[in-house]
C-alpha cells in the first residue's frame, strides 16, 4: 500500500483532533507497511508528547483484558487518555481471542481507543507494534497499554517495549508457581493476583510473595490482589502504576527504557530486514547452481556467496 506525503499529512491532522477513523486507518497504514514510520517519522510523531507504555503479560485467560477494561475506566476517571494495543498470537488462525478483548474491553468513551494486532502464533511482539504504540503516544494518548500473551512464561519482547510490566498469575494453577521458581518472574515491575475472589487465593499470594520478595532486587515489587468481578484492587493498581513511573522518572529510569523500546523497534525491523534478504539469496543461490552435483559445492564457497549477495543487497539500499 503506497501513501503520499500530503494524504499522510491530512490524516495526521486528523488524527490529532481525536478522529478515530483517521487514527484506525494510519495504524492500518503501518501495519500493512511498518517502513512507512521510518520514511514518514517526521510526519507521523510531528507533535512530542508524554506517554507511559504498560505492557501486560500473563498466560491466556488469567484477566488480562478484564483488568485492562476496568484500568481504563480508572485512569479515565483521571482524565488521563488510553489506548489499548492487543497484540493477538491466534487470531490469523482461528478467529482467536480477539472477539473476547473486544467484548471485555467496554470503557471506551472517546479518550480510549483499543486495536488488536494480530501476529503468528508463538511469534514474539511483532516490531509493527513499536511505531503504532509511538504514533498513539505522539498523538496525545497518555498511556499506551499493551496486552501480550505470554504463553506460560514471560515474553522477553513485551519487556523491551514496555515502561511498566504488569504481570497477571491467577490462583490454583502448578504452571504458574513453576513460572516463578524458575525465576521467569524477574522481569515484572508490578505483579497482580488476579481472581481474587477464588478459593485459595490468599494461599497463593502467601506463596507468590514469598518467592517474589525473595529476590533481593524485587523486595519492594507491589504485588497487589485483584478481582475484575469486584472491583477490587483496581484502584490500589492505578497508585501502584502511578508510584512506579514517578519512581522511574526520579531515576531517569523511563528514559533508558524508551530507548530500549527505540532499539528494540529497530533491532526487530533489520532482523525482518535481513531475513527477506536472506531468503531471496537462497533463492537465487539455489538457482545458479542447478546442474551442478551437490558434492562440489563446498559449504564454505556457498557461506560466503549468501553472505556476499546479502551484502550487495544491503548497500544497494
Ligand atoms: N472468577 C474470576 N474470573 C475472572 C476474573 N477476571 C477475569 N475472569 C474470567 O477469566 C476469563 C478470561 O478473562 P480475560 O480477561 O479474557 O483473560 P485474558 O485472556 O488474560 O485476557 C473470563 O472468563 C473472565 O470472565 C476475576 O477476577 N475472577
Ligand atoms: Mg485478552
Keep these: ?44 510523531f510531528a507533535k512530542r508528547h508524554e506517554f507511559t507504555v504498560i505492557g501486560v503479560s500473563g498466560a491466556p485467560g488469567v ?21 489499548v494495543i492487543a497484540i493477538d498470537p491466534s487470531s490469523i488462525i482461528s478467529g482467536g481471542s480477539l472477539l473476547g478483548d473486544r467484548v471485555r474491553i467496554r470503557y471506551l468513551d ?5 486495536r488488536s494486532i494480530s501476529t503468528i502464533p508463538e511469534s514474539d511482539v511483532p516490531w509493527k507494534a513499536c511505531p503504532i504504540i509511538e504514533f ?15 504463553a506460560g512464561q514471560v515474553d522477553i519482547k513485551i519487556h523491551d517495549i514496555s515502561d511498566i510490566l504488569i504481570i497477571v498469575l491467577q490462583p490454583l494453577t502448578g504452571d504458574e508457581i513453576q513460572m516463578l521458581k524458575a525465576g521467569l518472574l524477574e522481569l515484572g515491575d508490578i505483579y497482580v493476583i488476579n481472581k481474587y475472589d477464588l478459593p485459595q487465593a490468599e494461599l497463593f499470594y502467601n506463596i507468590v510473595t514469598s518467592i517474589i520478595h525473595s529476590n533481593e532486587e524485587l523486595t519492594k515489587s507491589p504485588i497487589i ?33 524508551r530507548l530500549r523500546r527505540r532499539l528494540a523497534c529497530i533491532k526487530n525491523a533489520i532482523l525482518s530486514d535481513l531475513k527477506a534478504k536472506l531468503n531471496e539469496s537462497l533463492t537465487d543461490i539455489e538457482s545458479k547452481y542447478e546442474g551442478i552435483k551437490y558434492r562440489e559445492i563446498r559449504f564454505y564457497e556457498l557461506y560466503n556467496r549468501v553472505l556476499k549477495l546479502i551484502r550487495d543487497s544491503v548497500c544497494r539500499n
Design 136 to 150: 498513539l503516544g505522539s498523538i496525545g494518548y497518555d498511556y499506551v497499554i499493551v496486552e501480550h500473551p505470554g
Design 1 to 44: 500500500m503506497s501513501v503520499s506525503e500530503d494524504f499522510l499529512n491530512k490524516l495526521v491532522a486528523r488524527a490529532l483532533k481525536g478522529d478515530r477513523k483517521a487514527i484506525a486507518k494510519i495504524i492500518t497504514l503501518i501495519e500493512c507497511n511498518p517502513y512507512i514510520a521510518i520514511e514518514y517519522e517526521d510526519i507521523l
Design 225 to 257: 490482589k485483584v478481582s475484575t468481578i469486584s472491583g477490587l484492587g483496581i484502584k490500589e493498581l492505578v497508585n501502584a502504576i502511578v508510584n512506579v513511573k514517578r519512581e522511574l522518572v526520579r531515576t531517569g529510569v523511563i528514559e533508558k527504557r
Design 110 to 114: 472517546e479518550g480510549a481507543f483499543f
Design 63 to 83: 484477566g488480562k483484558s478484564s483488568i485492562i477494561n476496568l484500568l481504563i475506566k480508572e485512569l479515565r476517571s483521571t482524565n488521563s487518555k488510553v489506548a
